[in-house]
């Protein structure tokens, strides 16, 4: 959720540091603050709260020709100035830092008996008086954070600046992201390259492990075994507000493309080699997670089918009781609240009036504590919240939720593993998860490849009034995702039913003018979904079946296969979601539907 800009310039770069952090601001924080050389001489404030507290701070002596800023999530302290960054050590030395720092506690009782004095409650503070230390022994500052980097365990990014080296910034990357931003006479760095779009289009983006330094005319990086690398420059032209369609017709083909990369932004900062980085969900988070028996998870809509995804491994893998309630339901009923009960609430926008009324009933009740997995870090839902799992889905403007949903279901599974670890979830296990999250951007990519396929799939459909789509086990709630696209953007009455309940019910509706859509991964299931999908062939029934490439079905009369990327079981609730997602866009096209903005449809439902 941080947020880093850095500039060294032949002008004063306090404004363009200001204006990096409000171009920041959507990410969400609680404090903000700035660190300037000048002469010589260190000069940094912070303050709680919002950009334009720390602007109106600022005075006018405080200026400078180099700096670092900071917009912080508080993970480890509350939001306190004490507490925000820069931290600093000595009167020389300021260290900005996104990510967190599991061994910290152990650095810390280190250089306290060293005797350095520690003012903060953060992991970040280490970093500053460690690198420090390595200077005092004769270190220059880019050989002195080199130096620090093995001592560092967990996720970082960083940037750094020393009252003695004023024309250079040293900056370095693992597992949160740093991106180098070049003028002339003049360079720049951020955590995303939005905050430098005022001042450039050119861009370097720097690699996991890697080290850089940046001059006024000059930058140079290092790979993670100290080889001096080039990266390539990109430059970025055009608009840069997300309110941009680019090259896409709509917006939703546009947000179903940017899905891994926001998938990538949602892991970032949050995950370790092997394991979860609890604190990245809030500096109570531990705390609060020890004393959970069991989840209530509240929503709407889309958000509403994420949480369904989540009983699934909650109760599945965590090994812990889950229930699901949509959110008008859940406020109107008499209900009885088990001891240790963490309720979860989902929203893209965080001000859902129906789910924001439940969080509210909740706090007069006996709940252990209130998490809400959100897209927007202003929301209410945020503000009202003990935790927030902040997505990093971006400004999302179609109607239909695409991107918002996958980086819930993402946010959604690292909670999972977040509270597993506590029951069922082992390391060798947790490792197994983290793994298949690191993979899951580029899963994503290689489902986008589907696109040309599903779109002659899609002509199938333009004329047809109904669609069945079936599921089994996790995935039925995917398919529950697929018939809610297809009905708000094509205006195509869509049902959803696990492919279990054929029998009692669904199959009298099936014929050779209906559609029945079923997702098919290569699981447990698998076997016991075939047989169900014979069921609909025997009726008559047109079958289109996303199956992994593994699970054995061939293109016959009445069914049409469209093959999916083979992906770990784990994370196949959020590959398949991208081609349904694909197959409704698709459908409201050929059918000629307003896909942006579809009938009778609000963005964010705010009313009851």
């Known amino acids: 959720m941080c947020g880093i800009v850095g500039a060294v310039a032949d002008r004063d770069i306090s404004d363009i540091l200001i204006e990096g ?38 005075t006018s002596k405080q200026t400078g020709h180099a700096g670092i800023a900071h917009t912080r999530w508080a993970t480890h302290g509350k939001p306190t100035e004490l507490n ?39 992991d970040t503070e280490t970093i500053a008086h460690l690198i420090n230390h390595l200077m005092q022994q004769g270190h220059d500052l880019l050989a002195a954070v080199k130096a620090a980097i093995p001592r560092l365990e967990g996720a970082y990014g960083l940037a750094i600046v020393h009252a003695d080296e004023p024309d250079r910034i040293v900056c370095a990357r693992s597992g949160s992201p740093l991106v180098l931003g070049l003028g002339f006479g003049e360079n720049f760095l951020a955590s995303d390259q939005l905050a430098l779009r005022q001042v450039t289009d050119r861009f370097v983006y720097l690699d996991e492990g890697d080290i850089a330094e940046i001059t006024r005319d000059a930058y140079a990086i290092w790979d993670h075994n100290g080889n001096t690398v080039e990266r390539p420059v990109e430059r970025i032209t055009g608009n840069a507000d997300s309110a941009e369609k680019g090259n896409y017709r709509h917006f939703m083909l546009k947000e179903i493309f940017e899905q891994p990369a926001v998938v990538k932004n949602t892991l970032q900062g949050r995950l370790g080699r092997d394991h979860i980085l609890e604190q990245s969900f809030g500096s109570a988070a531990s705390s609060i997670f020890d004393k959970v028996q069991s989840v209530q998870i509240v929503a709407c809509g889309t958000s509403y089918h994420a949480g369904m995804v989540a009983k699934y491994w909650i109760e599945g893998v965590a090994g812990i009781p889950c229930r699901v309630e949509v959110a008008s339901e859940f406020r109107y009923r008499k209900f009885v609240v088990s001891p240790g009960t963490l309720l979860v609430t989902i929203s893209q926008s965080g001000e859902t009036a129906d789910t924001l009324a439940a969080l509210r009933l909740a706090k007069e009740l006996d709940y252990t504590a209130t998490l809400t997995v959100c897209n ?8 009202e919240s003990d935790l927030a799992l902040m997505t990093e889905a971006g400004p999302e403007i179609g109607v239909a939720s695409t991107k918002a949903f996958t980086t819930q279901l993402t946010a959604l599974l690292m909670l999972t593993v977040a509270l597993g670890r506590r029951y069922a979830i082992d390391k060798a296990q947790e490792s197994e998860i983290i793994a298949a999250l690191h993979s899951l951007p580029e899963t994503l990519a290689s489902a986008l490849t589907m696109d040309h396929d599903i779109r002659d799939v899609a002509e199938t459909f333009a004329d047809k009034h109904h669609a069945l789509f079936l599921g089994r086990g996790i995935q039925w ?103 349904l997602q694909l197959l409704s866009y698709h459908v409201a096209v050929f059918k000629g539907t307003d896909v942006d903005q579809p009938r009778n449809l609000a963005k964010s439902v705010t009313v009851e």
């Open 376 to 383: 927007v870090a202003q929301s209410s839902l945020v503000r």
């Open 84 to 122: 925000a960054h820069p931290h600093f050590s000595g009167d020389k030395l300021a260290v900005v830092h996104n990510g967190i720092i599991e061994n910290h506690e152990a650095l810390r009782e280190e250089l306290s008996s060293q005797g350095y004095q520690f003012v903060s409650e953060t």
């Open 477 to 579: 709630p995917i398919a529950m995702e697929g018939a809610l696209k297809l009905k708000e953007i094509s205006y195509i009455h869509a049902e959803s039913y696990p492919a279990g309940e054929l029998k009692h019910g669904p199959l009298a509706l099936v014929d050779d003018d209906m559609p029945v859509v079923a997702v098919a991964p290569n699981d447990e299931l698998l076997e016991k979904l075939k047989s169900n999908l014979e069921e609909v062939q025997a009726r008559g029934g047109q079958l289109f079946v996303f199956a992994d490439k593994q699970a054995g079905f061939k293109n016959e009369p009445g069914l049409t296969v469209i093959p999916v990327p083979h992906s770990a079981d784990i994370i196949a609730p959020i590959l398949y979601t991208v081609p």
């Open 21 to 58: 952090l409000k171009r920041l601001e959507y990410r969400g924080y609680d404090s903000a603050g700035v660190a300037l050389l000048d002469q010589g001489k260190l000069s940094i404030r912070k303050e709680v709260g919002k950009v334009a507290a720390l602007e109106q701070a600022l």
